[in-house]
């Protein structure tokens, strides 16, 4: 069993830059593929940024160039840096582990989340 547990969302303004943070009570060095995922209120939850334990990336089309995930293995972690922050990003940010795929939504672990708002 893997907890994940999110941290450093929160009020931001239209611009500003957030590093969010996941921290896994157990290795991760085992688990292939981490992911974040988003929800916003009213809309179904969607796939954000995912990365294998080899650092290979894979991202929604419409955060590439804004979002970065990377993976600190030695410290049970994943991060997830959001740059050029839109009112569009304001949702609940899930930090998910052990997907079949990087491409996969399927993923066994999920945290509780981490809220992301942005101002105008």
């Known amino acids: 069993q893997v907890q994940l547990v999110e941290s450093g969302g929160g009020l931001v303004q239209a611009g500003g830059s957030l590093r969010l943070s996941c921290a896994a009570s157990?290795?991760?060095?085992?688990?292939?593929?981490m992911g974040w995922f988003r929800q916003a209120p009213g809309k179904q939850r969607e796939f954000v940024a995912a990365i294998t334990r080899g650092g290979i990336l894979n991202y929604n089309d419409s955060v590439k160039g804004r979002f970065a995930i990377s993976r600190d293995n030695a410290k049970n972690a994943v991060f997830l840096q959001i740059a050029s922050l839109k009112p569009e990003d304001t949702a609940v940010y899930y930090c998910?582990?052990?997907?079949?795929?990087?491409?996969?939504?399927?993923?066994?672990?999920w945290g509780r989340g981490t809220q992301v708002t942005v101002s105008s």
């Open positions: 157990t290795s991760i060095f085992t688990i292939n593929v």
């Open positions: 998910a582990a052990a997907a079949t795929s990087i491409d996969s939504s399927d993923y066994r672990y």
